[in-house]
């Protein structure tokens, strides 16, 4: 018998020669190593009739509009949300508070533009984007491609937008406000 060693092995397929050059140490042959993560975002707004509705930055004439700092475009906030959280960069709140007077009343665009550049900024990818209104109104379904083409062509990666009602119960159901929920895929090679 020989002393032997996992590292020794014959070379007869491309496979094996493959593990050989990864053993080997050899860099370049070394596939990336991607980080994958994911987040979650949420944001809420109750309906005030005295503004005008921007949702998903687009406007919606002859709806309540939603109350807030900015313009209460509940599902940009809530995208913005879902990147943070997916990088690692803290909330909307922690980036872009009330506080902050530069954002009173700013469009739900301005703050995906900073979103996007944070999250690009830690060296991320993004790449995709999941959003559920949860609301009475507005009613999506005619204009879904239209938010779809909008937020995709923002954000630089494909967004998906679905809508349901809560059947009544709780402050959806009454019509007193929106939800919206987003999650985000991000990605980094290492």
């Known amino acids: 018998m020989v002393p032997g060693d996992v590292r020794a092995f014959k070379i007869t397929t491309p496979w ?3 593990r050989a050059e990864i053993l080997a140490g050899d860099a370049e042959s070394r596939p990336p ?9 949420i944001d809420v707004h109750a309906y005030d009739d005295a503004r005008p509705l921007w949702l998903g930055g687009l406007y ?10 900015s313009d209460g475009d509940a599902m940009s906030h809530a995208i913005c949300d879902a990147l943070l959280s997916a990088a690692g960069l803290g909330d909307i709140g922690g980036r872009f508070g009330t506080s902050d007077d530069r954002f009173a009343g700013a469009h739900g665009d301005v ?13 991320f990818v993004i790449g995709n984007v999941a959003v559920q209104v949860i609301a009475q109104h ?4 005619g204009r879904r491609v239209e938010l779809e083409t909008h937020l995709s062509a923002l954000i630089g990666a494909p967004v998906s937008v ?3 009602t809560s059947d009544g119960l709780g402050f959806t159901g009454r019509g007193e406000g929106v939800a919206v929920i987003s999650t985000a895929l991000v990605q980094r090679t290492r």
């Open 138 to 141: 507005p009613k999506l379904a």
């Open 16 to 18: 094996d020669l493959r």
């Open 111 to 123: 703050f995906l533009g900073e979103t996007i550049a944070l999250v690009r900024g830690a060296g």
């Open 162 to 164: 679905s809508a349901t």
């Open 33 to 41: 190593a991607v980080e994958t993560r994911t987040g979650v975002g």
């Open 60 to 69: 919606w004439p002859d709806e309540p509009g939603l109350a807030g700092h």
